[in-house]
């Protein structure tokens, strides 16, 4: 899995290309976490990231998937976390296409920090 097609996918979901809005939706769980991670896992985690407390949340989800599967690299890691916020994203009052592009890009930089890349 690389960043790309990932990232691409869920700008299209969340706003496609044409001129008429489809609805959004986000990927399946079990599309962006390999099976060593887990759906289940996935699932969890997008109510935890809908707490207040991001940030150790996405600290502990990053140790979490790194234990359950260390050849993991950090576009996979970072895919499963954006794909586990999708949900939170799209229930956000002020969820458009342009503050949904800004939240991603705002939690991906989050998350690279964590990660060191």
């Not at 991670?37 to 150790?56: H, S, W, Y």
């Not at 996405?58 to 979490?64: G, M, Q, S």
């Amino acid at each position: 899995m690389t960043r790309f097609p990932i990232v691409t996918g869920l700008a299209l979901m969340l706003g496609g290309c044409g001129h008429t809005p489809s609805p959004a939706a986000c990927p399946d769980p079990g599309a962006v976490a390999p099976p060593s991670i887990g759906t289940a896992f996935v699932k969890d985690l997008t109510g935890r990231l809908a707490g207040p407390d991001r940030e150790n949340t996405i600290a502990e989800a990053v140790a979490e998937i790194h234990r359950r599967d260390p050849s993991l690299g950090s576009a996979t890691v970072t895919n499963i976390l954006i794909g586990a916020d999708c949900p939170n994203a799209l229930s956000r009052p002020d969820h458009d296409l342009e503050a949904d592009r800004a939240r991603i890009a705002g939690f991906r930089a989050q998350v690279d920090q964590l990660l060191g890349d």
